[in-house]
Nanobody, 124 residues
Framework: QVQLVESGGGLVQAGGSLRLSCAASGRTFIMYAMGWFRQAPGKEREFVAAIRRSDGSTKYVDSVKGRFTISRDNAKNTVFLQMNHLKPEDTAVYYC?????????????????WGQGTQVTVAS
């Protein structure tokens, strides 16, 4: 099993920045990739970004490209999401997820382990 714990959410003004962290524990060696998803009220869970642990390859949803950066610290089993130039439409609960599949995937069902989520609210 893998346990994921997110932190770093909060309330920020539009144009501001937040940095989310996701700390993994347990059988972390089975994780090939880690991703961030978000879910706004009344909407489906949406892929945001993913990173492959071995080579640092990344993938982003178009709406965050140039504003968000995903990174990892394998020694600490931690993944980060630096979010800059935040917009009100970025408001959502952000979830960290871990995949045991090597290819970077945007599909939630391909991620086996999930954190509890952290709220990000961007005020206009």
């Amino acid at each position: 099993q893998v346990q994921l714990v997110e932190s770093g959410g909060g309330l920020v003004q539009a144009g501001g920045s937040l940095r989310l962290s996701c700390a993994a524990s347990g059988r972390t060696f089975i994780m090939y990739a880690m991703g961030w998803f978000r879910q706004a009220p009344g909407k489906e869970r949406e892929f945001v970004a993913a990173i492959r642990r071995s080579d640092g390859s990344t993938k982003y949803v178009d709406s965050v490209k140039g504003r968000f950066t995903i990174s990892r610290d394998n020694a600490k089993n931690t993944v980060f999401l630096q979010m800059n130039h935040l917009k009100p439409e970025d408001t959502a609960v952000y979830y960290c997820a871990a995949s045991t599949m090597a290819p970077l995937t945007t599909t939630p069902t391909n991620y086996k382990y999930w954190g509890q989520g952290t709220q990000v609210t961007v005020a206009s």
